[in-house]
């Protein structure tokens, strides 16, 4: 039978994407414990292999911490180029299979095949052929989750990691979340999983108890949704190509900057990985921001917006250079800078089908 409105969402997540590019890359790292990132003392992970993750090594974990954790931890620094070259030859697949493609990250995207472009039977047919062209084309895993929301999709992409997929059905999604932590839902923090946690609130089923002005007297406006996903209802189409709305690059330094040469050539650096992106995007904005975060953790940042775009990688050195000099001289070292460009304007050449899961 057929059931108009109801769409087929698949969430593709690629399994410990940058550290399983590395292990495929470089056999001696394979079946070990692998963080990319740098093992300095204000290193951070920006990935970990399963291997790792055995060891509760985490992304965003402290580098120091990850070795504490794991004393055979292996780092590796990151190829962002090579990262991104193998998303785009990953988004080509998905192009096969429909138009509605939305990115949350290089390593994972949003698919609407509610359209059955290929003449597969199932969502989930659809789903295994991707992924095991992912595989054969990439040499990497893929897993992912199937059904008729995004929210849920993202929860089934979870559910059997690595390397497996899980559907949850039309009808299944109230049943489906009623016992997850409500930790482990997309888009509840910990800072807000503690909150809820402390008003009695732990799992899906205990949120769907809530009422909608209840949660809205705890959360704001987040409190609608919250009482939406617990019952799995999320109307949000698949977005694709959603227009950036910045573009920003930034570092932390083994130690301090002191010198305000050195101070300018951070910024310089990061200027110019900005304006890579902003070229190959054809995107270009109006708003360049400095950020500069002192040794003794305050911060601060530098902004100015223009009447047109910044259309040159000269211009947009001179302009960061610029911002950070107002804050000279320096009351103390500089740990990290960062360059954004935002406010973009971009330029140059400028029916119903079977629901089956």
């Not at 291997?51 to 504490?68: F, I, N």
């Not at 988004?91 to 390593?107: H, Q, V, W």
């Not at 109307?235 to 227009?243: A, G, L, T, W």
Request: glycine share 8%; charged share 25%.
């Amino acid at each position: 039978m057929t059931s108009p409105g109801i769409r087929k969402i698949i969430h593709v997540d690629m399994d410990a994407f940058y550290a399983s590019v590395e292990q495929r890359d470089n056999p001696h790292l394979r079946g070990r414990p692998v963080a990319v990132g740098y093992g300095a003392k204000r290193g951070v992970v920006a990935a970990a292999s399963y291997e790792a993750r055995e060891y509760g090594v985490r992304s965003a974990m402290p580098s120091t911490t990850a070795l504490r954790k794991c004393p055979p931890l292996i780092f590796v620094p990151p190829r962002f180029e090579v990262y991104r070259a193998i998303s785009r030859q990953i988004r080509e697949i998905f192009a096969d299979y429909t138009d509605l493609i939305e990115p949350l990250s290089l390593d994972e995207a949003y698919l609407d095949v509610t359209e059955n472009r290929r003449g597969l039977p199932t969502a989930t047919a659809t789903a295994t052929e991707i992924r095991a062209r992912i595989k054969a084309e990439t040499g990497l895993n893929a897993s992912a989750g199937i059904s008729y929301n995004k929210f849920l999709a993202k929860l089934a992409s979870d559910y059997r990691k690595p390397n497996g997929q899980f559907v949850v059905p039309p009808g299944h999604g109230e049943a489906f979340v009623e016992n997850l932590p409500v930790a482990k839902f997309h888009g509840v923090g910990p800072v807000t999983a503690e909150k809820m946690n402390s008003l009695g609130i732990h799992t899906g089923a205990d949120l769907r108890r809530q009422t909608v002005s209840f949660l809205q007297t705890h959360f704001g406006k987040s409190g609608p949704w919250y009482h939406a996903i617990a019952h799995g209802e999320d109307h949000r189409p698949v977005v694709s190509d959603r227009p950036r709305k910045s573009s920003g690059s930034e570092t932390t330094f083994l130690e301090d900057l002191t010198e305000p040469a050195a101070v300018e050539q951070g910024v310089l650096s990061m200027a110019d990985e900005v304006w890579a992106w902003c070229e190959k995007a054809q995107a270009f904005g109006r708003t360049v921001t400095v950020k500069i975060k002192y040794g003794d953790f305050r911060q601060a940042t530098r902004s100015r917006t223009l009447a047109a775009p910044v259309v040159s990688q000269e211009s947009l050195r001179a302009i960061s250079v610029e911002l950070v000099r107002t804050v000279y001289p320096l009351p103390t070292g500089v740990r990290l800078l960062g360059v954004t460009v935002s406010s973009f304007e971009a330029s140059g050449p400028p029916a119903q089908l079977e629901f089956g899961f």
